[in-house]
């Protein structure tokens, strides 16, 4: 099995490719900068030819992410090019990570764009094996400092 995963580097992305090594997946990270390359992109995914795609790249979740026109990219454009990029690709499964912030009341750019990703993999998943999952609450090993699990637990621990 070869699965391609983006956003490897974060806190999801590290995990995930862990587990799939353990499972005997062969991983191929893909990394920001191929986005913004469509043919290179494209080329570079049908050299690899992956039975997964996970797509975990995203931009505006942290609270120092502020840049709109990049959490846009991120989270929208990105995602339209890995679809594109794959589209004559017979992959098992494309999984598309969304967020819990879809839900909340009152939206923000990036809950906007992430709900914009869940559309995109509904409508493009009446015809290829696309979805979008949605985490609620992801912490564990390795969570940056500054999230709020660790923050509680320091704040605990120091009265």
Request: charged share 20%; hydrophobic share 35%.
């Amino acid at each position: 099995m070869k699965s391609v995963v983006s956003g490897s580097s974060g806190f999801i992305g590290k995990h995930l490719i862990k587990k799939l090594e353990q499972l005997g997946h062969s991983v191929v990270p893909i990394s920001h900068e191929k986005f913004r390359a469509f043919e290179y992109l494209k080329g570079f995914l049908t050299e690899v030819n992956p039975d997964w795609i996970f797509h975990l790249a995203s931009y505006g979740n942290m609270y120092h992410q502020k840049d709109e026109e990049e959490t846009f990219y991120a989270n929208v454009v990105a995602l339209w090019n890995l679809i594109q990029a794959t589209k004559y690709i017979k992959y098992k499964a494309f999984i598309n990570f969304s967020t819990s912030s879809v839900g909340l009341s009152i939206q923000t750019i990036y809950s906007v764009t992430k709900q914009m990703g869940e559309d995109l993999t509904r409508y493009y998943g009446k015809t290829k094996p696309i979805m979008s999952i949605r985490p609620y609450s992801v912490y564990g090993p390795g969570e940056a400092d500054f999230r709020f699990i660790p923050t509680v637990f320091r704040s605990c621990l120091k009265g």
